[in-house]
């Protein structure tokens, strides 16, 4: 018996059992994003050493400050109404799950690490807003939502019980930090680059195939029989494979144009736009030496 039959189950010839491809994107441990680096030192936020009163006030208003950080994720009083970088830390983003859909797209999940203030429950976020205060959305809470998130049994049960066939959808989501930021503090890009939806500071978009659910809040997964049969309209990238055969079907904006990555990369200059800028530098200089030697002679 062969090595190739001798893996083989049943009458099942295929090489892989699961529509799976390698993953892109950030990857499964998610970006570079330290919430840490993204806080704004003492020194930013007016706090400083000295015996003055100001000294003192800038110092009790800095211990408010990251007090909020940790808790709220923006003012809780008038004391730090106003006081810069004072906003939920975290990062949304898509992530390249390697499975095929029925349509032939791959595949992505949508992670939400920015707090939405449903870490206690709603009944205590109720509660908490009756009385004036804002959402828990700093960095405790939003650790108790990953935490939350993490500890759900229902990722693990839809493996277990599902087929590894999944039907999909195209959704749009917000993507970045809380102000739709993409780079960090370092100027890393965040996300996965193609088909940003968005410019400059943001906020931005991306447009994905994700696991459609039913009513119930279950994702679908299909027989391997009906997902192989169903029509492959789609590419891997998620756009159309025929757009005159499927004109109804729905596809990524990034598709139907150039919209993408390369229009809102930080671009690196090409070495000959370098050289002729330094070109045009000692041009200058030269000129310069020449006129000043010239009214010196006068």
Not at 66 to 77: I, K, N, P
Not at 102 to 108: E, Q
Not at 146 to 173: M, T
């Amino acid at each position: 018996m062969s090595g190739a039959s001798a893996l083989q189950m049943g009458s099942d010839s295929r090489a892989n059992v699961l529509p799976v491809k390698q993953a892109s994107g950030p990857g499964f441990l998610g970006p570079n994003y330290n919430p840490a680096d993204e806080m704004l030192p003492p020194a930013k936020i007016g706090v400083k050493r000295g015996g003055e009163l100001d000294d003192v006030l800038g110092a009790v208003k800095g211990i408010i400050y990251y007090g909020d950080m940790m808790g709220f994720g923006e003012a809780s009083s008038g004391f730090t109404k106003g006081m810069p970088g004072l906003k939920p830390l975290g990062v949304d983003y898509y992530v390249n799950s390697g499975l095929i859909c029925s349509n032939g797209a791959t595949m992505w999940e949508f992670v939400k690490t920015v707090p939405d203030g449903s870490a206690l429950g709603e009944k205590l976020k109720t509660a908490i807003a009756d009385v004036g205060l804002p959402q828990l959305r700093g960095m405790a809470p939003g650790i108790l939502e990953d935490a939350k998130s993490a500890l759900n049994p229902f990722p693990v049960i839809n493996a277990v019980v599902g087929s590894g066939y999944p039907k999909c959808k195209l959704e749009r989501n917000k993507i970045g930090d809380f102000d739709g930021k993409i780079y960090n503090v370092d100027g890393e890009l965040l996300v996965d680059p193609v088909g940003l939806i968005g410019s400059g500071d943001g906020p931005y978009y991306q447009e994905r195939w994700v696991q459609e659910k039913d009513g119930g809040g279950w994702p679908i997964q299909l027989p391997y029989d009906e997902w192989d049969k169903a029509p492959k309209t789609h590419k891997e990238n998620g756009c159309l494979v025929d757009r005159k055969k499927t004109p109804g079907l729905q596809e990524p904006e990034f598709c139907k144009g150039k919209q993408g990555f390369q229009n809102y990369a930080r671009e690196e200059k090409h070495p000959l736009h370098k050289m002729i800028s330094l070109s045009v530098v000692v041009i200058s200089l030269a000129v310069l030496t020449t006129f000043w030697a010239t009214q010196g002679r006068k």
